[in-house]
């Protein structure tokens, strides 16, 4: 089994699409775990509304490719399509955030929000 983690962000519509890619998430892993969510500041050019963000643990057979394919299939189906970052607008970001020891995601594993919702995660692994 392979130990993973996923961040969970949304800047349109949070609560809402928080709560629908939780679900996904719940369909495909029923013992995926969760933080609780944490509003952060906007990063990045061109993002001006606040975020939710979350993390999410859970252990899988899947192996990288599948789950990141799966995990952008479940983007897709939300409804986020490539020119919503022009806007500004992130319908749901959900990114293999770590993938049993390998750090895919260095830069966004360093920021502070990150740090946060590791403490988090940490007691519920």
């Known amino acids: 089994m392979h130990k993973v983690l996923i961040g969970i962000g949304t800047n349109?519509?949070?609560n809402s699409n928080m709560k629908l890619a939780i679900n996904y998430l719940?369909?495909?892993f029923p013992n995926i775990k969760f933080t609780n969510w944490i509003e952060t500041q906007p990063f990045?050019?061109?993002?001006?509304?606040p975020f939710?963000?979350?993390l999410a643990y859970l252990k899988t057979d899947m192996d990288r490719e599948q789950l990141q394919q799966?995990?952008?299939t479940i983007e897709r189906d939300m409804g986020r399509l490539p020119s919503h970052k022009k806007e500004?607008?992130?319908i749901i970001d959900i990114d293999l955030i770590k993938y049993d020891?390998?750090?895919l995601k260095p830069d966004d594993f360093r920021r502070n929000y990150m740090q946060?919702?590791?403490e988090e995660i940490k007691e519920i692994m």
């Open 52 to 54: 939710l963000n979350a």
């Open 116 to 118: 946060q919702l590791l």
């Open 44 to 49: 990045g050019v061109g993002f001006t509304a």
């Open 88 to 90: 500004g607008k992130v």
């Open 70 to 72: 799966l995990l952008k």
């Open 26 to 28: 719940l369909s495909y």
């Open 101 to 103: 020891s390998d750090i």
């Open 12 to 14: 349109s519509d949070a």
